[in-house]
């Protein structure tokens, strides 16, 4: 009169494996960047252009102070490489793509595939692909974390810039050049 209830989990190791590794590609460690001493920082903060210095280019005065020139100029070199690394990230997921179509299309050759010759040389042929394919994987992956370094040293390359602009005070310097410039000009006669 009493019920067993006999229960079984399957658990498929390669797909537990396949899960784990998936998890961690997907979780990109943090490079641990190399404390600058403090030389090093006072070398890059002395590399700051002053605030409040207007900055001048090949036509002459450019309307904007030094520093914010600089600030922005490596905002846009930022920009530009986290750009390149979404490009060759989409790259990475393209080429994963391929892979799984590969290893389906090997997989539905091997379900209806005879013992011919014809048969075995396709599934050779796909075999192939599949082996190119994973190493262009590794190929982009390598390039996107080629430039993640690169990203890495432009921030650093920035960082003194960065670190010391303040768009409420260069706002507040660029108020006070356009009264001094207006005063000369109201003055001058």
Do not use: C
Request: proline residues 5%; negative net charge; aromatic residues 4%.
């Amino acid at each position: 009169d009493s019920i067993i209830d006999i229960s079984v989990d399957v658990v498929d190791p390669e797909a537990e494996r396949k899960a784990k590794k998936k998890e961690q590609t997907q979780k990109e460690p943090k490079r641990i960047r190399p404390e600058m001493t403090w030389e090093e920082r006072s070398q890059r903060l002395e590399q700051v252009p002053p605030a409040g210095v207007p900055a001048w280019g090949p036509t002459g005065d450019l309307g904007i102070d030094a520093r914010t020139k600089a600030f922005l100029e490596g905002m846009e070199e930022i920009r530009e490489y986290r750009t390149r690394i979404e490009l060759k990230q989409q790259k990475v997921e393209e080429a994963k793509e391929d892979i799984v179509i590969l290893k389906a299309d090997i997989e539905l050759e091997r379900q209806r595939s005879s013992d011919s010759s014809r048969a075995r040389a396709q599934l050779r042929q796909l075999d192939f692909e599949l082996e190119e394919a994973g190493r262009t994987l590794r190929g982009r992956r390598a390039a996107v974390q080629e430039a993640r370094e690169e990203l890495e040293a432009i921030e650093d390359k920035h960082w003194a810039v960065l670190s010391l602009y303040n768009p409420i005070e260069a706002t507040k310097d660029e108020q006070e050049q356009e009264q001094k410039q207006a005063k000369q000009i109201s003055s001058s006669p």
